[in-house]
């Protein structure tokens, strides 16, 4: 039996969980299962017990979960060696500012970065460029912990044209497309703050980061997140540098959701497949 939990994927078993909790009942179900394919907004509670009862889960979340957010996402990629800007994590503003007080000094040179570590899609980030403007981002960041939103970290401030690359990766294929600022002043290239989408500038460069990517995913065998990365405008031969990776994304740049849904489609059948199952047993709804 193929399980979809899946909302526009059909199969022997559809179920939707919508906001519920995993029981026993489900359990169960997933035990007798062959396959399951899940929806990019699953729990790590449905995820475990999936992977816990389940040869076959699509996507491959492992990785999603053992290294969450931008703070754990820093430690996937100096683990696997891959090259990004420098980053320093911080638990809370208080760790931060024992830091400074202790080397009477910030730990970046000022313009810098600020992250905090659930932020997605370009938001809670800030470009600090002085010491006010670093003040009214720890405040911002304070006001985040009462809430029990702790962690950030803080990145060095790489020129990179106002401009960032997009790799998406679904199953076995590769996406890229360039977010490009519409103010070469404004330091976050997202589609949701006015970035524009370019699908054939820079063909090289492109290539240089689907590559280094496509790696990364298999390194990190993940198989379902788009990749944001930057190249250093000040060098001739840049190497791509990893920003974050986005385990939910935004579509525009495939073309919209009804085909990023066909794609995701046409590689959960090839990954049936690969394993030795029926995907004609699955549908797209």
Known sequence: MILSFHPCIDADKQIIMGDKSPDNEIQEIIQKSSAVVLPQGCSIELYSMCRSHCAHVFPNYDKRFQFPGKMGQVRLFRDLGVAFPRTMVWENVRSFTNYRRAIQDDPHIFPYIIKTDKGHEGEGIFLVKNESELDLALRHLSLMERSGNCGFITQDFVPCGARALRVVKIGGKVFSYWKISPDPKQVIATISHGARI????????????????????????????????????????????????????????????????????????????????????????
């Open 198 to 285: 370019d699908h054939n500038l820079s063909a090289p460069l492109q290539e240089k980061g689907k590559r280094e990517a496509k790696d990364f995913c298999e390194k990190a065998q993940i198989d379902l997140a788009a990749i944001d990365l930057i190249f250093p405008e000040e060098c001739s031969e840049p190497r791509p540098l990893f920003l974050e990776i986005n385990y939910y994304f935004g579509r525009r740049g495939l073309g919209g959701s009804e085909r990023y849904y066909e794609i995701l489609f046409e590689e959960v059948g090839k990954w049936l497949e690969e394993r030795g199952l029926d995907s004609s047993r699955i549908r797209l709804i």
